[in-house]
């Protein structure tokens, strides 16, 4: 099969990589830091596939970090970027593009009336804790343990893969004064929530939350837990933000908030909705984003925002997925790994959860479901770092952290989810 010890491109490239990069890495959790081992580069995508620097091949389960629900390289993405590009790259003016964007978000999004555009799922969260504050008139936030939302200055605490993997789950670099307005909270702990908004309803602005946490492994709601944050929100004049830059248009077009028939105030957006350039977005109810710039008093900017080349790319991947409603076919596929994993896990007589739903799933290696920060941290990673070696050796890439999400796309169907599930049962029996 396929060997990645003899990986001479790739070790030279991230030999130069490190004299000029910090890390050799552009964003930490690619340095394989936590892992082991020379991070591989790659030198072309296609459908569910990776091809290395050294020209090895992979079936790819981080998928960008979720943006490629149509697998690398979608010809229609691709189609509609190289159409887009006819016109220019950037007008720094108002474009079509914008419009048709907003419509489909507020089409597929049940609680977005309006959306503003932006470039990551960082400027999102970001944007969209700014605007809740603006809008409140409060300064305290709640998030969870273990939910990540981008390198937010106020958010970065306790905030899941990148930061914990790296033992450094609070950045330097960030005031105290600003994460003191940040209330920290288990997920699924109702009785925390319901005692926090006791003591300080009135000053909390916002409840951010990824509603199936999915930057710590997958961790999903105990049933009443959201409803339970949508009951405080309203109760307490807080503004309600789901985190949907994971979830959006991956669980189902609508999010998780469609799934699950929960209305929160604001919703952060990303990564699918780029097609696989750089995006985000934020929306929700009208009289919340009325409070933006230029109508309102809450500054909001960005010079390449809107970009008609990533617009151009995030129709196209929406507009594909509103006409293939590909989320049956994507739970199959979710399903078979999942019992793959579990069959093998048993024969075995290792402990293994394995949480998921549609094309996201995770791995803990314990004997307990995981509800929260504390128990996916308490799982046994190294048995997660011996299967991520295996795999990568024999043809399967895995996100390289016990504590993030794998990706399912369409383009995985047939041989390819076949060929990986017998690959990971394997490096779990060899385990
Ligand atoms: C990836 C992610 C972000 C950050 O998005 P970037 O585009 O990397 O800035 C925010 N929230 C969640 C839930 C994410 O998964």
Redesign the pocket.
Known sequence: MFDLIGMNASETLFARAQQLIPGGVNSPVRAFRSVGGTPFFTQRAQGAHLTTADDVDLIDFVCT??PAIHGHNDPDVRAAIARALENGTSFGTPNPYEVDMAELIVELVPSVEKVRMCN????A?MSAIRLARGYTGRDKIIKFAGC???HVDSLLVKAGSGALTLGNPDSAGIPASFAAETIVLDYNDADALRRTFAAQGAEIAAIIV?PYP??CGLILPDPGYLELLRELCTQNDSVLIF?E??TGFRVAAGGVQALVGITPDLT?L??IIGGGLPV?AFGGRAAIMDHLAPLGPVYQAGTLSGNPLAMAAGIAALKKLKATQPYDRLEKMGRTLRDALLGAAKSKGLPLQVPQVGSMYALFFSEQPVRNYGDATASQTAHFNQLFKYALDHGVYLPPSAYETCFISTAHEGADIEQAAEILAAGIRAI
Request: hydrophobic share 25%; no cysteine; aromatic share 10%.
């Open positions: 970090w979720g990551s799922g960082t400027e969260t990540y939302h981008g990824e999915a930057n985190d830059v994971m952060a990303g990564k985000g």
